[in-house]
């Protein structure tokens, strides 16, 4: 085995222990965007690290890789924004612990417009 | 769309130009002289049509000290990365769960839209933190485990590091 091998094995593990994590994370966070959260984060350097150990395993390909990397690291947060953005539309609300009104600030944006909807 | 100056439009071009064949490269990775000349003509191309779309940088981005800044940046945001992956990995194996979420909102300094999707998506990344939504200059964010609803202090708590590095580059 060579030196290329044993840290391509050492980051395709580190991947796989994040993603295990993360899918951990989405089934025991209470709701949706706190899933979304470990989702994101998990999958994003999980992914990054198992197919970049995948490089080091077959070197040729690093420069593909490189490309998935950037457009992982790119288009992951962009669909869990989206995913977010339009649970919230949906008034899907946050679970808070505590004044809802002081601690979720993105409401007044919401009811906001519903007021104007309304009105006209 | 802002009209461009042909010299802007220029700049875009050459740029795009560049980023596309860089791309090309790393795609078919070989350098022989055939697919060199065809990937050339076939960037060329599509960075003429393209340059009204192509609205994230100038020719200006090639300057020493904005690749310095983006090395930094992309250092500062793999760290990030790490240290959030360790937080999820942290909150999830405790059994009680210690999290406290909540939305926060603050207001970013950033010119430009092509800067605030870059600053947003590493907020997504960033340990704790989820973007939600970007109303022309104001952030909401999802976070965690809430520390303070005050928008300044959230915003150096959250964003502070990367849009200092930002501004340097936009």
Same mark, same amino acid.
């Given at each position: 085995?060579?030196?290329?091998? /044993?840290?391509?094995? !050492?980051?395709? +593990?580190?991947? *796989?222990?994040? =993603?295990?994590?993360?899918? $951990? ?39 593909? /890789?490189?490309?998935? !990397?950037?457009? +992982?690291?790119? *288009?992951?947060? =962009?669909?869990?924004?989206? $995913? ?37 | ?6 010299s802007q439009?220029l700049s875009r071009?050459i ?43 100038t020719l ?111």
């Open positions: 085995m060579s030196i290329m091998e /044993i840290i391509g094995g !050492i980051l395709i +593990i580190t991947g *796989s222990i994040f =993603l295990f994590l993360g899918s $951990l994370g989405i089934l025991r966070m209470p709701d949706i965007y706190n899933r979304i959260q470990a989702g994101t984060k998990a999958t994003t350097l999980g992914a990054m690290s198992l197919i970049l150990g995948v490089g080091f395993l077959e070197p040729s390909w690093l420069l593909k /890789i490189l490309i998935i !990397i950037i457009f +992982i690291a790119y *288009s992951n947060p =962009l669909s869990s924004h989206a $995913l977010a953005r339009a649970m919230y539309k949906r008034k899907w609300y946050p679970l808070i612990k505590g004044d809802p009104e002081k601690m979720d600030a993105y409401r007044e944006v919401n009811t906001n417009k519903e007021k104007e909807e309304v009105k006209s | 769309m802002q009209t461009l100056s042909f439009k071009f740029i795009s130009w560049i980023l596309l064949m860089m791309l090309w490269i790393a795609f078919t990775s070989s350098f022989v002289t055939q697919e060199l000349l065809v990937g050339v003509f076939a960037t060329m191309i599509i960075s003429f049509f393209t340059v009204n779309l192509f609205t994230c940088c200006a981005i090639l300057s020493p000290v904005k690749i310095f800044y983006m090395v930094k940046y992309i250092i500062v945001l793999l760290i990030a990365l790490i240290k959030s992956n360790f937080d999820v990995a942290r909150r999830v194996l405790t059994p009680s769960l210690p999290i406290n979420p909540g939305i926060v909102k603050f207001k970013s300094k950033l010119p430009t839209e092509f800067s605030r999707m870059v600053l947003a998506n590493s907020i997504t990344l960033t340990p704790g933190t989820l973007s939600i939504d970007i109303i022309e200059d104001t952030f909401y964010i999802h976070w965690i485990d809430v520390k303070t609803t005050d928008p300044e202090e959230a915003f150096k708590e959250i964003a502070g590091q990367f849009e200092e590095i930002l501004l340097k580059i936009f």
